[in-house]
Antibody
Framework: QLQLQESGPGLVKPSETLSLTCTVS??????????WGWVRQPPGKGLEWIGS????????YYNPSLKSRVSIALDTSKNQLSLKLSSVTAADTAVFYC??????????????WGQGTLVAVSS | SSELTQDPAVSVALGQTVRITCQGD??????ASWYQQKPGQAPVLVIY???NRPSGIPDRFSGSGSGNTASLTITGAQAEDEADYYC???????????FGGGTKLTVV
């Protein structure tokens, strides 16, 4: 049973960098063919895809609206993926989810999700 | 990047059938996948690809699509189906994911 667990500070100051880690158990971030990704959900709002990374770590895809501020990486030695979002503002306050993403020729879907972690941006 | 549009809210009488739709240009090229999200919980995949259901998802959930519209149908809605539903697909601009804005389903 694949399990994902997000971790990181629950409070970040404006203009600073938000850093989160997702620890994967019951499976490997190096599993062939999979992507891993981050999704956020501001309070009371919908899901927003942040970005995804291929299992090799060699390809990353970022939401164009966030691309200049986002970095996603894999740490295969720790079986983790990470998210860094720079220059945060209050608008970045959200629940952040990590997930395993399947991308095939005719569709894509997150088949496993972490429980989510709330990050507030405030001074 | 593409956009996916969903009705903000839909209601259904207990035991009746409801269709939740998702519209967007990317759906002419890719199938939609669907997630159920209850308050305070992570999303759960309920339909993926052409019309596949993950293990453990009741068969009252089904997916379909035509043209630029994908649909999630719940046949015989139950009280526990009350939740927010989100669609996603691949993006024709090359991005692997785009989400719809979500539909709040109320079972009355």
């Amino acid at each position: 049973q694949l399990q994902l667990q997000e971790s990181g500070p629950g409070l970040v100051k404006p203009s600073e960098t938000l850093s989160l880690t997702c620890t994967v158990s019951g499976g490997s971030v190096s599993s062939s063919g999979y992507y891993w990704g981050w999704v956020r959900q501001p309070p009371g709002k919908g899901l927003e895809w942040i970005g995804s990374i291929y299992y090799t770590g060699g390809s990353t895809y970022y939401n164009p609206s966030l691309k200049s501020r986002v970095s996603i990486a894999l740490d295969t030695s720790k079986n983790q993926l990470s998210l860094k979002l720079s220059s945060v503002t209050a608008a970045d306050t959200a629940v952040f989810y990590c997930g395993r993403l399947v991308v095939v020729i005719d569709t894509s879907y997150f088949d496993s999700w972490g429980q989510g972690t709330l990050v507030a941006v405030s001074s | 990047s593409s956009e996916l549009t969903q009705d903000p809210a839909v209601s259904v009488a207990l035991g009746q059938t409801v269709r939740i739709t998702c519209q967007g240009d990317s759906l002419r090229s890719y199938y939609a996948s669907w997630y159920q999200q209850k308050p305070g919980q992570a999303p759960v995949l309920v339909i993926y690809g052409k019309r596949n259901r993950p293990s453990g998802i009741p068969d009252r959930f089904s997916g379909s699509g035509s043209g630029n519209t994908a649909s999630l149908t719940i046949t015989g809605a139950q009280a526990e189906d009350e939740a927010d539903y989100y669609c996603n697909s691949r993006d024709t601009s090359g991005y692997p994911v785009v989400f719809g804005g979500g539909t709040k389903l109320t079972v009355v």
